[in-house]
């Protein structure tokens, strides 16, 4: 690799921005890195604002890639993959990174992987070996198998990545990069979190405690999404607390999300609640950090709100068998059900900081290991010879 090494970071959505703010700052400012940027997906789609946020912070795109075919169904989902593919390489044939930074688990990450590997630049991926529920769990691991170096967020995601045959020498428990927007965010007061005009629909009181409601559709159980969101709409509706409800990610099933919150209003069950798109990620954590509950299917409450110490209840299978700490409830669909767990954890009010994502150094700490390390790119697995069968080579 070059004196200078090219890191190429792809941004797809609000949430993966989120996630890799710190490193791309590190990154930037470290003397043997140069940062590359593209932002794709949802990213550039207006009613998310990542673009100009991006900007905003000083990451202007060097590339951007419109690759969303709106409908929000399984097929859409499936042919931005196939858009992202297609425009993904001429990216980088143009950018010619040295590495490649990939996200999570969205259907952009293994569309980024698939390309970089293809062209035989390697491929460095964050947040791998974590379960979950919806297609995410087989895309997660899927890029594991096509990435060359892993940055896990939690020692037990290390060992699972090892556990599928990567070599241990390039994989990089960090913590999470949002844990460091979460820790070096001061919270201020609930008035500081609530003084600006998010969204739409009634004005919250910042003298009065608010619940934080984000949750998206569910690509393996697609057709159920309206359902789903109701359930939890009537429960936060019985709770009788003003809410700050936040639109959905583009997901398959998000259309019929927004559908909900939207009948929701007309329906005139909206009073006390507010109705936002995107905020930028330090304005959510103060809002995390001031919820009297946050509800839900968001992996932010399990990772940044470990970390805040945000009361949170989960909702249905997307976060299923994650890691988390103590500030989470785990609940079915049932409006009784959500209902109950929402004001047993108002009535808990805040837990004690967790580190179980993260100290808030994940950043750095990832860019300096870009900085020197050097993964080849043919991979192997790498189970070790006692593994394997009699005779079988190492």
Not at 74 to 92: D, I, R, V
Not at 203 to 218: G, K, N, S, T, Y
Not at 302 to 316: D, F, S
Not at 327 to 353: K, L, T
Request: hydrophobic fraction near 45%.
């Amino acid at each position: 690799m070059p004196e200078r090494r090219k890191v190429c970071v792809v941004v797809a959505s609000r949430a993966n921005l989120a996630r890799i703010t710190t490193v791309l700052e590190a990154v930037r400012d470290h003397p043997a890195l140069e940062l590359q940027v593209i932002a794709s997906a949802s990213a550039l789609l207006e009613r998310f604002g990542t673009a100009s946020l991006l900007e905003d912070a000083g990451f202007a795109p060097d590339v951007r890639i419109r690759l969303i075919i709106e409908g929000q169904t399984p097929a859409t989902m499936a042919k931005s993959t196939g858009l992202g593919l297609l425009e993904l390489p001429t990216a980088f044939e143009l950018l010619e990174p040295d590495i490649v930074v990939t996200v999570a688990d969205r259907f952009e990450t293994i569309a980024t992987a698939i390309a970089a590997a293809y062209m035989n630049i390697p491929v460095a991926h964050t947040q791998g070996g974590e379960m979950s529920g919806s297609i995410d769990e087989s895309v997660r691991h899927a890029v594991t198998k096509l990435a060359h170096v892993h940055f896990p967020a939690t020692g037990l995601s290390a060992s699972r990545i090892i556990a599928m045959g990567e070599d241990p020498q390039f994989v990089f428990n960090c913590g999470c990069p949002s844990i460091d927007l979460a820790a070096r965010t001061p919270p201020g007061t609930r008035q500081d979190a609530l003084n600006k005009r998010l969204g739409d629909g009634a004005p919250l009181d910042p003298r009065e405690p608010f619940l934080l409601v984000i949750q998206h559709a569910v690509t393996t159980e697609y057709g159920h999404s309206l359902d789903q969101i109701n359930a939890t709409l009537h429960a936060v509706s019985s709770i009788g607390m003003q809410a700050l409800v936040f639109w959905p990610n583009v997901d398959a099933g998000s259309y019929e999300v927004s559908i909900g919150i939207r009948e929701f209003r007309e329906q005139g069950l909206a009073d006390g609640c507010h109705f936002v798109r995107h905020v930028p990620a330090e304005d959510f954590m103060r809002l995390m950090a001031h919820c009297a509950c946050m509800i839900g299917n968001s992996s932010a409450a399990l990772r940044e709100g470990a970390y805040l110490g945000t009361p949170a209840v989960n909702i249905g299978t997307r976060q299923h068998n994650r890691e988390c700490a103590p500030n989470v409830a785990f609940v079915s669909q049932d409006p009784v059900e959500i209902a109950d767990a929402i004001r047993a954890q108002i009535a808990h009010g805040p837990y004690p900081r967790s580190d179980l994502f993260g100290d808030g150094t994940g950043g750095r700490a990832i860019a300096d290991v870009l900085a020197t390390i050097d993964p080849p790119v043919q991979k192997r697995l790498h189970y070790g010879s006692a593994s394997l069968p009699a005779g079988a080579p190492a």
